[in-house]
């Protein structure tokens, strides 16, 4: 998860930005602020990944700022101007949105930005596994995946949702085919391209769909020979 702050003294823009931060599953925003004096305060006690810093604001410009602050964050400038983005690109901002902003450019930045910086920082990079269980990075915390406690894994975009019998569902930013290459192949099926489903925790099925709870999987087509073929082998006639 990308950690973000949005600096704008225009309260409509503010949140706009923050409505597409919140839509974007591999951003977090973590503070929002309507003067780059406050972010000031703000960093001088936590860290963050990346800032949306708008240019015109009163007391203390959006260039000013970067220039004054010691945070290692990406930049993306945002301005109802565009002749501030060479001086922006001199500050090594990693992108430039101009006012007003739509979300189909908001998240190609975005993904450029995750793209050319973060690509290293994986966060749910698997560091370990056996035949048993795996560890995953999820929110900057290692977090511990029993094998026998998996119900389903769900695709959702760059993240994958584990859902769990014992705890509330761990997400990671990892592809389900990553995901699929780890697990057991003896325990675990593909049943749909966004869906893993645990043999041993599939008790009812109702018209090719796998219910778990209140959680209903489809069986997609792709996979519906391979589903019925493990029925098969297991159905009592």
């Not at 305060?41 to 004054?68: H, W, Y």
């Not at 569902?169 to 049943?191: H, Q, T």
């Not at 996979?223 to 493990?230: A, L, N, T």
């Amino acid at each position: 998860m990308i950690r973000c702050i949005a600096i704008d003294d225009e309260p409509l823009a503010l949140r706009q930005i923050e409505g597409y931060i919140d839509k974007t599953p591999f951003l977090e925003l973590t503070g929002k602020f309507n003067s780059a004096l406050k972010a000031m305060d703000f960093l001088q006690e936590n860290e963050v990944d990346l800032m949306f810093v708008d240019i015109n604001m009163p007391d203390l410009t959006g260039l000013d700022f970067v220039k004054s602050v010691s945070s290692k964050a990406k930049v993306i400038f945002t301005t109802a101007y565009r002749e501030y983005g060479y001086e922006g690109f001199q500050l090594d901002a990693a992108d430039y949105l101009v006012k007003p902003i739509a979300y189909p450019e908001f998240l190609k930045a975005v993904t450029k930005t995750k793209e050319r910086f973060f690509s290293k920082k994986e966060a749910a990079e698997t560091i370990e596994k056996n035949d048993k269980y795996l560890f995953i990075k999820s929110e900057y915390k290692i977090v511990r995946i029993d094998f026998n406690d998996i119900t389903f894994i769900e695709s959702m975009r760059d993240y994958v949702r584990i859902h769990l019998e014992t705890q509330k569902p761990v997400m990671a930013l990892m592809g389900i085919k990553k995901m699929e290459d780890f697990l057991p192949k003896a325990d675990f099926m593909r049943v749909h391209r966004s869906f893993i489903v645990s043999r041993s925790k599939i008790s009812t099925i109702e018209r090719n769909r796998i219910i778990f709870g209140k959680d209903y999987i489809p069986v997609s087509e792709q996979y519906k020979d391979v589903f019925q073929e493990f029925l098969d082998t297991r159905f009592l006639k």
